[in-house]
Nanobody, 122 residues
Framework: VQLVESGGGSVQSGGSLRLSCTAS????????MGWFRQAPGKEREGVVI???????TYADSVKGRFTGSHDNAKNTLYLQMDSLQSEDTAMYFC?????????????????WGQGTQVTVSS
């Protein structure tokens, strides 16, 4: 499984960004996929998980602002981020695993992208 993120950048507080994660080497529905982030000096944290059945689980800090989705035809995972805040500044990673399917810090997920930087200025 290979994962390649794109779409990061710099935005002002209150703005929006959409991240993409193009996946190859897997069949949707057999892997749990998700977005994680890590800010400087902080531990990595889960943002949203998309289960094998398409269900989504969000971190409390992003509920109502972020939306995770998957386009089966394009094998692409998306993270739509609205109402961005300075606390959302971090490196964002997509990850996948056949068995692990929870938020937390992503420990145990076997497949990771290289990450894309999101910077929100106030």
């Amino acid at each position: 499984v290979q994962l390649v993120e794109s779409g990061g950048g710099s935005v002002q507080s209150g703005g929006s960004l959409r991240l993409s994660c193009t996946a190859s080497g897997y069949s949707y529905g057999t892997y749990c996929m998700g977005w994680f982030r890590q800010a400087p000096g902080k531990e990595r944290e889960g943002v949203v998980i998309i289960g094998r059945d398409g269900s989504t689980t969000y971190a409390d800090s992003v509920k109502g602002r972020f939306t995770g989705s998957h386009d089966n035809a394009k094998n692409t995972l998306y993270l739509q981020m609205d109402s961005l805040q300075s606390e959302d500044t971090a490196m964002y990673f997509c990850a996948a695993d056949r068995w692990r399917c929870e938020l937390g810090d992503g420990q145990g997920y076997n497949y990771w992208g290289q990450g894309t930087q999101v910077t929100v200025s106030s």
